[in-house]
């Protein structure tokens, strides 16, 4: 079966767009098939969006699996002055990250393979809805990579669902000494707060 995090999706390409609508801005992303969510903006994702506080404006800002990058973009228009880096093992997400980041005039979007993210950046804030679905080994070691390099004081925003687990990674979150908070709480959805140590 094929799944949306897939590093080389065998899915054949069938292009197609959203809009992203929110009160602060408005962008038509280029989607396909074989990433995440292409008919529409996730309703997660919505929900991070218009729930999570203004990032930093500068420093290193991380979208943690970014897609075709409705978070990335978002963060890099309300902080103009940061650098955004957005990250996927996807490489046709990446690619679209990157044409919908130079449409929308945002060039200040990194949207780079996990492994492309040279070793010294720490990150002001990251704002993630992580991919749930690659199973909890694979999603806790994929936060633990990366909450791992939020910048002292820096904080990271996840939206999750309620029924795929988000009460549970609290407590995971907090068990591994990450102060995890319930921020927000719409329909399905929770966004996480969690501080670095
Ligand atoms: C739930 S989707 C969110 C996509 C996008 N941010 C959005 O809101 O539409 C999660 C993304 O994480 C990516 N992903 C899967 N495994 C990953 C990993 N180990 N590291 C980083 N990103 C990963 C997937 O390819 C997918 O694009």
């Known amino acids: 079966m094929a799944h949306y ?17 929110l009160p602060d801005l408005h962008l038509r992303l280029e989607t396909d098939r074989g990433v995440f969510s292409p008919e529409r903006i996730d309703p997660g994702t919505r929900v991070l969006l218009e729930t999570v506080p203004p990032p930093p404006a500068g420093g290193d800002l991380l979208d943690l699996g970014c897609g ?31 044409r919908n980041a ?21 990150f002001q804030a990251i704002w993630s809805n992580p991919a749930i679905r690659i199973g909890k080994a694979a999603l806790h070691e994929m936060l633990a990579r990366w909450l791992g390099r939020l910048a002292p004081g820096g904080t990271a925003h996840l939206v999750v669902q309620k029924h795929l687990g988000s009460d549970s990674l609290q407590r995971w979150l907090e068990d591994q000494g990450w102060p995890a908070s319930r921020v927000a709480s719409r329909a399905a959805y929770r966004v996480l707060r969690v501080d670095a140590p």
């Open 102 to 122: 130079r449409s929308a005039g945002l060039d200040k979007v990194r949207p780079v393979h996990v492994d492309e993210v040279p070793e010294e950046v720490r």
């Open 68 to 98: 075709y990058g409705p978070i990335a973009l978002t963060m890099a228009s309300r902080a103009p002055g940061a650098t955004v880096w957005a990250v996927d093992v996807n490489r046709r997400s990446l690619e679209l990250c990157e």
């Open 5 to 21: 995090f897939e590093e080389r999706p065998q899915t054949a390409s069938r292009p197609g767009a959203v809009s992203l609508v």
